[in-house]
Every structure is written in structure tokens, then in C-alpha cells.
């Protein structure tokens, strides 16, 4: 290999210096080299630890000695790093013992901060040259539990089970003379963990270091989200991960499978008699080297979760990039679903509580319930794969006299708003005028009046009641109200239509008139707008050519489904276009048709059928063509 770097990853305690570095070599392999520890560069730290590492570091030696055996240590380990091949791993780099030993004195000798640090640099100053030397052969990184020292030391001692004076005295003097190492430019790297999860500081770990020393990877699951799924025997875990799979698109894996894999390459024989901690982060590293195999992935599948302290410790590695599901079925059902027969299951059952499985539904994100329809299963995964695809949002509103509308439509609208807005529980939770009267774009005697309203399926009748009192202002104008539930909305139950709407809601591209305070809904990104929508084209050239056989098109139908399926046609060429016009008059242009042919298409029967024809035949080009089927 031709980069060769040490990498010396710093920080006070309990930052996870040594997690990261674990984790950094396992994914490394042969490439990497733990420097090992200090206390095995020195032969006297035997003596240190029979005489009582306490005792000897706040009593018993001289300061001087302390230096002397600290100093001693950091470069005998460094001369001893060099030798080795591949990325050397340190931890605790050479701006530690600065650091440790200011700390130290600060306390036995009670010292101010930049009296401590100057009484340090005292002390190592016969080691001052081949220190310098030393640093300068690592590419030091500095994690930092916060920004505020003092802060950062409330978090060291948080994690601790006993703390005694002077102990936290050293972890604050500790805190102070790191961050002063940091200001003065000691460390080419400063990550802040601020409580993140264990993945998201090995991210950024290996994204500053890649640069220096290429054999480490870009970054540790960027993005990946990830779904384990648990429950007891035959509870379903199998049927969600292939649902996930087949409609939402998850890769589906094994954690035996992962484990097994990033054991065999770290040469564990035996991953199952290892520590809950440990196979949990030969998970993690199964996870890492299949997501960089395959980085095209944004979400998959683990199934399936049967041990309680490997989940919790795979939650405090990922945070929020884990979602744990829990599946329940009653015992009967799952009885009844084995195939083996009920006492096999019950045999299952017993060796996943031994390991804590049924414990797992306490620390799931999500419980899932089995023990009804398939139909009503796929839905609660519809639901747990979109709260991961489509982020909720708050939208904002538009009134409902900023949209132009005929004062007859306005009064209506008004009304409306009136009666279903009022008192402690409004009737809906949302209203929005949608198509041409939503763009400014509403025309007198051909446009309908269209509103997209989100209500619980219970406030049905009392908004049918609504509608009933303030219609009649409508007059003539024909009215399209499309209502949903916010759970069909969050589950993705939509046409490709009301998809679309929420898109735009979602991205603020639509405002709706009124919303009730607090509500959020799904924002589904263009791409899966644009996706779905290839089934509306598909209705809408059904439906062209219904109204072409007919003797007598219904003209206005006609042009409205002829636009539609332009705008579809447009979108797969990066192009957005709202208004019916404006899509069918960049289609004419493009294949060089008359531009008068879509102003004709409104009236005339002749213009409408050629529009139709020559949209259709967009559509159509774009179909490979059909095989012959032999003989």
C-alpha cells in the first residue's frame, strides 16, 4: 500500500475513542494496526499496577517521574508504530500527554490552567525535540463530548458509576487544557460527538481521514436505513421483510448471515460465544461492508432480532438510522401458522425468550400487529417504509380571496370554511382548492371548482351537512371534492393523482386555504410523484381513446385527459408544467405541429380528435414494440 499514515484519535473519557478505533480497525482488517496500549511500552508499569495505579499516579511518585514514565511511553509506543506496516491506529495521541500531565499537576499542586500547562511543558522539556518529531508523524483527531468544556466535563462524569474529588477535578482540568491543545492547532481533525449516535461519528471519522490516507473507507453507512425486524415464532418477521422487498424496494438480509461474514473476515471462529456487544458490532460491520458494496441503497431489511442486548446496543451504534419492529401475533395465531405444528413452535419460542427476543417490543420504534388481515399488515409496512421516504410538514396557508376566483366561488368557499372549521374538534383538518383555481387560472363556464379536503372518515356526514347549506352559491359550476383520512395519507393509500397533490402541498407548490393547527402531513418527493404517475398516463390513453370511439367526443373531457397525459409525457423530460395549455402547447411545438390546434381543441371536434391522436401517439412511441408470437 502506498499511503501510510498513523492515525492517533484523541479525547477526554468516555468520548468513545476506543469504540470508533475498534470499529475503524474491524472494517480495516489487514490493513490496520492497533498500536497497542501504553502501558505495554514500558516495563514499568508493572510495578505501577502492583503498587496501585491510584496510589502511585496522585501520592506516591514525584511528579517528574510521572512525566518522565508518561513521556517514556508515548514514544517508545510511536518509535514502535512506525515500524508497522498499513494504517497504524493510536489511542490517545502525542497532544494527550500535554494534556494528561497539565491535568494532573493542576490538581496535586493546585494550579490554575495556564500555570498547570506551562508546569507541563516544564516537565517534558527534556523530551521536547523528539516529541515534536513524534506528533508530527500523526494525523491527529480530537473528539470532544461539546464545544463547552465545562459541559463536556458534565458528560465524561455522567457516564461514570462512582466519582470521587478528585477524579472529577482532573476531568475538569482535563476538559480545559484539551481545549486549549485544540485552540492552538494541535489536531488536524475536531469532530464534536454532542451525543450523536456511534455511526454518525464514524461517518465523519472516515470522511476527514480519507483524504490522508485513502485505504479508509469514505464514510460508515452514509444515509442507510436500516429495519430489524423482531417477534416471536411465526409472528410474520419473514412475510414483512419480503413485502419491504418487493414493494418498497428494502434489501432484505440475514444477521446471522452479516454476523457470520464479518466474523469469517476478522477469523472468529465462534461469533456466538462472543459478548452481546461484540456481535452487535460484527453486525454493524456486516452492515458497513454490504452498504459499500451496494451503494446505491437507502434502506433494507435485517430480520431478525432475537437477542435484547444486541438490539440495544445496535440502537446506541445507529440512532435514529435503526428502526426496530416489533411484530405481535397471539400465541394461537402463531400455532396455527406453523407449519411443524404448534409444539414446534413452542420449542422456538422458548430458546428466542431465553434470549431475550419478546423483551425486544420495549425498545421497538414500531409494534406491528399480526394477528389480522394480510391487507391490514401491508398497510402498517406501507406506513413504517413512508415515515422513513417522506418527511412531515407543517404547511402553510393561503386565503382564500388570494386565489381570483369568481365572487360566487369565493362566498362558497368562505362558507364552507365556516362550517367546518369552528369549535373544539373542526370537521376537517384541512382544505385546499386544487387545479386551475388554485394557479389564478379559473375560466368562467369550463373550469371546475377542485378541492382536495383531509377529514377523518367519522366527520364524514357532518361535512356532507356542511355541503349541503352552502352549495346552492355554486350555481352551474360543478364541484370535484376529494376527501382522505390523514392515515391514507401517511400510509401512501393515494391515486397517482392525490399523490401528486400531496406533493405539492409538501413542497409548498400549493397552499391550502385552511389547516388545522398542528396538523402535519406527508411530503412524498418529486421522484416518487413523477413514478407514480406513469399509471395516470396510463388510464388517461384508456380513457383518450374511449372518448375518440365515441361518435361525439365530450370535448372538454377529452382536452382535459389529452393535457393530462402531455404533462405526464413532460415530466419524464424534466419538465413541470401545471397548466393544461402550457403542456399541450410545448408538445405541439416539439413535434412541430400547428400551434392553433390546442386553442382549437376546446371547441371544435376535428382539432380535439388530431390533439388527442398526436399526444397519443407520444405515448405510444415510447412503448418497445410488440413481438410476434410464433406460430
Known sequence: MDDVVTVAVSGADNTGKTKQLGILARRLGALAVHAGPLDAHDDRWERIKTQGMGTWWWHDAPVQEVADVLASSYLARSRH??????????????????????????????????????????????????????????????????????????????????????????????????????????????????????????????????????????????????????????????????????????????IGYLIEQAAAHAGITDPYALPPVVRAELLLDGLDRYAAAHHYLTRLTIESLHEYDVTAELRRMLGGQLTVAYVEATAGVRKRRGTAGAADVEVRDEVKQSRGAGRIGEIADLIVSNNGTRLALERQLDRLAL??????????????????????????????????????????????????????????????????????????????????????????????????????CFAGTVTSRLLHVLTLLGSGALLPQWVRAGLVIPAPPLADDVTASVKAAVQAAVEIRRQLLKPAPDLRALYKITALLAKILARFDGVERAGDEEALSDLVARVGARPELVAAARDDQAAARELAALVLAQWTATLPPATAVAA
Not at 493546585?110 to 518529531?133: C, G, K, M, S, V
Not at 508523524?137 to 463547552?148: C, F
Not at 394557479?439 to 371546475?448: I, T
Request: glycine fraction near 8%; charged fraction near 20%.
Open 81 to 254: 508504530a512506525a515500524t508497522l506496516p498499513g494504517v497504524r491506529l493510536v489511542d490517545r495521541g502525542l497532544p494527550m500527554l500535554e494534556a494528561s500531565l497539565a491535568a494532573t499537576v493542576a490538581v496535586r499542586e493546585q494550579l490554575d490552567p495556564n500555570r498547570a500547562a506551562h508546569r507541563a511543558r516544564q516537565l517534558l522539556t527534556p523530551f521536547a525535540a523528539e516529541l515534536e518529531a513524534a506528533e508530527a508523524g500523526e494525523r491527529g483527531v480530537l473528539l470532544l463530548h461539546d464545544e463547552d468544556p465545562e459541559v463536556g466535563t458534565r458528560l465524561s462524569l455522567s457516564h461514570e458509576a462512582s466519582i470521587t474529588d478528585t477524579y472529577a477535578a482532573y476531568q475538569r482540568h482535563l476538559h480545559h487544557q484539551i481545549h486549549r491543545l485544540a485552540d492552538a492547532g494541535r489536531f488536524a481533525e475536531v469532530i464534536v460527538v454532542a451525543g450523536r449516535p456511534v455511526v454518525a461519528v464514524q461517518d465523519e471519522l472516515r470522511r476527514r481521514l480519507h483524504p490522508h490516507a485513502p485505504a479508509i473507507p469514505t464514510g460508515c453507512l452514509p444515509g442507510l436505513g436500516v429495519v430489524a425486524l423482531g417477534g416471536l415464532s411465526e409472528s410474520g418477521k419473514s412475510t414483512m421483510g419480503e413485502y419491504l422487498r418487493t414493494r418498497h424496494g428494502h434489501d432484505r438480509l440475514k
Open 387 to 488: 415515515d422513513a421516504a417522506w418527511p412531515a410538514v407543517a404547511p402553510a396557508t393561503a386565503p382564500v380571496n388570494t386565489l381570483g376566483l369568481p365572487l360566487a366561488l369565493e362566498v362558497f368557499l368562505t362558507a364552507l370554511l365556516e362550517r367546518t372549521t369552528g369549535g373544539a374538534r373542526p370537521v376537517i383538518d384541512l382544505l385546499a382548492v386544487t387545479g386551475s383555481g388554485a394557479r389564478g387560472k379559473y375560466q368562467q363556464g369550463w373550469s371546475d371548482l377542485d378541492v382536495f379536503v383531509i377529514a377523518e372518515p367519522d366527520r364524514t356526514q357532518d361535512l356532507r351537512a356542511a355541503l349541503a347549506e352552502v352549495q346552492q352559491t355554486l350555481g352551474a359550476v360543478k364541484l370535484g371534492i376529494t376527501v382522505l383520512s390523514r392515515a391514507e
